[in-house]
């Protein structure tokens, strides 16, 4: 083990900011904070492990991801808002907090700011009276949950943005927030700055310097006199950091310190100009305490749209982005957008639900509880039995010259488990580097689990084991290691839901495990009873949505959905480039083979367009774009759709527009046409890519009516 370092003054500053706000945990003997170490705001914001991201605004009612900025405030108009009742379905989840979309990228304001006239006060909504944020603010307060904003820094529609006076315009918004709705427990920025946009009718691209135009020091340091409490999370920080994806995972190991790297080297890092190599570990001996979060919504986009009511994610899949976000010591950030009513649909609630039943579950029994608890050494007042109590305020700690520092757990029966936590009292800093967790079997201690980063909490799901003895082993500590928590638990016993996939020529195939039965539909329908039994493959010729469930002594899984576009088998390519790739692999059913124009040398920029035959005339209501996995280059942001009869005679777009968020959340991009066309062949242009000056296709499809 690493011997203790001298106390430096970040160090001596920690220690007695933590023995001010937590008197009753410091003995003569405290041990020196390993620095850096965290704010009191972050110690509560660590303690919180789950809250919500709640995505509401005009993107509810146009069916957008990002607004343009020339939508009209009139189209705001929730028929059914209930703030008590949506942050209440949250309590009910087990999150501890809610961060409201005040203002998304479009630019309006969910409260009558003073700012604009581009809020709900000149929506109908309660007769331009409403204030969505004052009602979730309340309704928070009423639940105990902790309350927290989202103000994007673009602003699509304000004719300031890119010059100074809308950063006054900005900082005036970011004033009314903090002052008028009480405690604030975060406030999220994130980096997606500059661009097309309507901004007072210019319809024009502005591009602004990310690293100096928003004057982020200044910015925060105004917040923060206002909500000193506040963490602030953004792709640098300074409290928290984005986690580098919108998939629901943390890396691991997962370090709580971190030291922002910029996109170029000699300018200081901002949101939106920061490397994320390693933003989803952080960085091991990090020159600041900037713990990542990990925000991924329930559906595949951020906001509601109907068509993705069928692909909520079921509670088992909760349950593992749960072990893989709090469970690697990352808090999760849980997006749970309301619909056009105002309210969660019942299909999410449903989820939400089921992923509470299965937390209880899981944390129904400790199997340490009772234990007795013995180490190999411990600094004076810092004893093995504070392991047990599960508090970070009371820990054991090792003795400075023990070389292999452990505490041995001896349970009080023979107990089966599968998960172990453990926690380190990280007001003194993230300290362990390594360690493994042994059981005793047949008279003898065994690996079990092993790991690296502990920091507010490590969940790690080994196999099964019957024993009555458990041993955690410090291998390697910055400083002398410290535990506040080691319990043991039992993985829920899930039924998974069968998995739904189509292949190119309609066929679809329901897999789930051995001894279940699986019963579907493919009306859109839920499953039930008397719904058929999967035997084998089916066909479905012009595509559908497929709903399936597994079944075992009486258990009945989670529903699990799949939209299955139109069966390609028959489609010819009429015209698209093929110097590069063959066309026809946009649609050969692997979303890991691309159709792209050059990439090299040479590039054939965008717009480029793809023209097929779809072999018979479809009656198109959706086409979907399936952009690629390894790369943003070649992505597509903006796109137009054409149909037609003969081949010959395209017309005008059936719909046009951008992936907003694609960057981000590399998902299949659904197009909804306003209404249904007939037409036998397709056209799809890519108009701009993100990255590179070449046009990249995983997969096209489209969905029938």
């Not at 299965?358 to 050494?377: M, P």
């Amino acid at each position: 083990m690493k011997r203790l370092s001298q106390l430096t003054p970040a160090a001596a500053l920690g220690a007695f900011l933590f023995a001010a706000c937590f008197p009753e945990a410091v003995a003569k003997d405290a041990l020196a904070p390993l620095a850096p170490v965290p704010s009191a705001g972050q110690l509560a914001w660590h303690d919180m492990e789950m809250y919500a991201f709640v995505h509401f605004t005009i993107n509810t009612f146009t069916g957008k991801e990002w607004g343009y900025g020339d939508e009209k405030p009139e189209l705001f108009n929730p028929s059914d808002f209930d703030a008590d009742d949506l942050v209440k379905t949250l309590a009910d989840a087990g999150l501890k907090g809610v961060v409201l979309t005040c203002k998304h990228h479009d630019g309006f304001c969910l409260w009558p700011t003073r700012t604009t006239r581009h809020s709900v006060a000149s929506s109908p909504w309660k007769q331009g009276k409403g204030d969505v944020v004052k009602d979730v603010s309340r309704a928070c307060k009423k639940y105990g949950l902790k309350f927290g904003i989202y103000l994007s820094p673009w602003d699509r529609n304000a004719s300031s943005y890119g010059t100074p006076e809308y950063i006054r315009m900005y900082r005036e918004q970011l004033k009314e927030l903090s002052t008028g709705y009480g405690p604030l427990f975060l406030a999220w920025f994130d980096g997606a700055n500059g661009g097309d946009g309507y901004y007072g009718g210019a319809r024009e691209k502005r591009s602004i310097d990310r690293s100096t135009y928003y004057q982020w020091k200044t910015t925060w340091g105004e917040l923060k006199k206002r909500q000193p409490r506040a963490v602030v999370f953004s792709d640098v920080g300074p409290d928290l950091r984005w986690v580098g994806n919108e998939s629901g995972y943390a890396g691991y190991p997962c370090w709580a310190t971190y030291t922002p790297v910029p996109l170029q080297a000699g300018t200081e890092p901002a949101p939106g100009t920061v490397r994320y190599q390693l933003g989803t570990e952080g960085t091991v001996d990090g020159k600041y305490w900037i713990p990542a979060e990990v925000d991924v919504s329930i559906r595949p986009g951020w906001f509601w749209h109907e068509h993705e009511n069928s692909r909520v994610r079921t509670p088992e899949n909760l349950l593992n982005l749960y072990f893989n976000s709090v469970g690697r010591g990352a808090n999760l950030n849980l997006n749970v957008p309301p619909d056009r009513r105002g309210r969660i649909h019942e299909e999410d609630k449903k989820s939400l639900a089921g992923f509470r039943a299965l937390l209880d579950e899981l944390y129904s029994r400790n199997f340490a509880s009772g234990a007795q608890a013995q180490a190999s050494s411990a600094s004076n007042g810092y004893g093995a039995k504070w392991v047990l109590d599960r508090k970070r305020t009371t820990y054991w700690a090792a003795g400075p010259e023990d070389g292999q520092p452990s505490v041995t757990l001896k349970l009080p029966e023979m107990s089966a488990f599968d998960v172990i936590r453990l926690a380190e009292p990280v007001q003194l800093g993230q300290r362990i580097r390594k360690f493994r967790v042994d059981v005793r079997e047949n008279g003898r201690f065994v690996k079990w689990v092993e790991g690296s980063s502990v920091g507010a909490r490590v969940i790690l799901k080994g196999k099964p084991v019957t024993t009555d003895e458990v041993r955690v082993v410090v291998e390697d500590s910055k400083a002398v290691p410290a535990l506040s928590e080691v319990s043991l638990w039992k993985y829920p016993v899930l039924l998974h839901a069968p998995e739904i996939k189509g292949d190119r020529d309609g066929q679809v195939t329901l897999s789930a495990a051995a001894g279940t039965v699986t019963r579907y539909t493919t009306d859109g329908s839920e499953p039930g009873p008397d719904s058929p039994v999967y035997e084998k493959p089916f066909m479905l010729p012009s595509g559908g949505t497929v709903k399936a469930v597994s079944e075992y002594r009486g258990k009945v899984s989670s529903v699990t959905a799949c939209v299955i576009p139109v069966p390609v088998r028959g489609w010819k390519v009429l015209a698209g480039e093929r110097k590069a790739s063959a066309p026809e692999l946009a649609f050969d059913g692997d979303p890991d083979t691309l159709w792209n124009t050059h990439a090299a040398q040479g590039e054939l920029p965008p717009p480029q367009a793809l023209d097929i035959d779809m072999g018979r005339e479809v009656n198109t209501a959706a086409v979907i774009y399936t952009p690629r996995r390894d790369s943003a280059r070649g992505t597509i942001d903006q796109y137009a759709v054409y149909l037609s009869r003969d081949g010959k005679d395209w017309g005008a777009p059936v719909a046009e527009g951008e992936f907003s968020n694609i960057r981000a959340n590399p998902v299949p991009q659904r197009i909804d046409l306003k209404a249904p066309v007939r037409a036998r062949y397709l056209r799809f242009v890519g108009k701009r890519v993100l990255e590179g000056s070449h046009v990249a296709v995983a997969e096209l499809g489209v969905v029938e009516k």
